[in-house]
């Protein structure tokens, strides 16, 4: 091991999503990489990014990747689905640093949970028309069907925090059941925001066996072993819980730490706002 690989896995892990959702990817993270540091930025300034077209996503994820390059990175996680969908190519041909995306992880657990190959794909609307997850899916697995499906009222339910109860219920109902009812026996929460609504959906459908995948988990596991395979995890250097994580956004900083509290399941202590150029 040379002095300059030593320093090079000391540095932090970027993560970024457009908003608040991406903390459910940082929390599979911190869980599964105790050694590591990460900064992540919410581009809450321009969230959502679901409803907008591929070329103003790919601005905004660059506009992101730049500021986290700048910071210092060993490594990049694009933890928003739909940027992951629009941007990733682009991004991964632009940066010297390794790039993971969301989508990959996601669509290979899948491959690897269903039985039946009948498998249901959720997401924003920008993820679904992206076929993203299609396109992996049918590249390894071309027997496997999918039933996309775009659940946009989600995204606003779970920031208002309205994940259980009659009204997330009959929402959920209503954009799954044409799903469930094609026999899938593997449900992919393809947003960053979904897994929030698991119990929900869970219960909804209690009497149908369907296997819920989750991006999150899956992209912590890849991150896992692609630091292990290229030596860049950090060793035996303790750091303390709070000084693990910095966070940053492009707008509401106290919004962020309230509602991130409840993504995050503990206490966002600071949060910096900064202001990043898009028309690059
Ligand atoms: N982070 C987005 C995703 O996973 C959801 C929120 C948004 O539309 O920006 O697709």
Request: glycine share 6%; aromatic share 8%.
């Amino acid at each position: 091991m040379t002095n300059s690989n030593l320093q090079y896995r000391d540095l932090h892990i970027g993560v970024f999503d457009s908003g608040i959702g991406g903390l459910t990817v940082l929390a599979e993270l911190k869980k599964n990489l105790p050694n590591e540091k990460f900064y992540y930025l919410g581009d809450t300034a321009r969230v959502p990014y679901g409803t907008r077209s591929p070329e103003t996503v790919i601005r905004y994820a660059r506009s992101c990747t730049n500021f986290l390059i700048k910071k210092g990175i060993k490594l990049l996680i694009i933890a928003c689905n739909t940027a992951s969908s629009f941007a990733l190519d682009t991004i991964r041909k632009e940066i010297n640093v390794p790039v993971i995306g969301v989508v990959e992880p996601g669509a290979k657990a899948v491959i690897k949970k269903t039985k039946n190959k009948r498998v249901g794909i959720i997401g924003t609307e920008g993820t679904i028309s992206s076929q993203s997850y299609e396109k992996v899916i049918k590249n390894i697995a071309s027997d496997i069907r999918i039933f996309p499906k775009a659940c946009p009222l989600f995204v606003p339910l779970v920031e208002e925090g309205w994940t259980e109860g009659e009204i997330p219920s009959l929402v959920v109902s209503e954009y799954l059941t044409p799903i469930i009812e094609e026999g899938i026996d593997t449900l992919l929460l393809a947003c960053t925001h979904y897994p929030l609504l698991k119990r929900t959906i869970k219960n909804t459908f209690k009497e149908f066996s369907v296997e819920i995948v989750d991006s999150a988990e899956e992209t912590a596991v890849e991150v896992v072993n692609l630091l292990q395979s290229c030596n860049l995890m950090r060793k035996d250097i303790k750091i303390s819980n709070e000084n693990r994580i910095e966070y940053f956004v492009t707008d509401a900083p106290e919004k962020f730490k309230k509602i991130g509290n409840r993504f995050l399941k503990e206490n966002i202590e600071y949060v910096e706002w900064i202001d990043i150029p898009v028309n690059i």
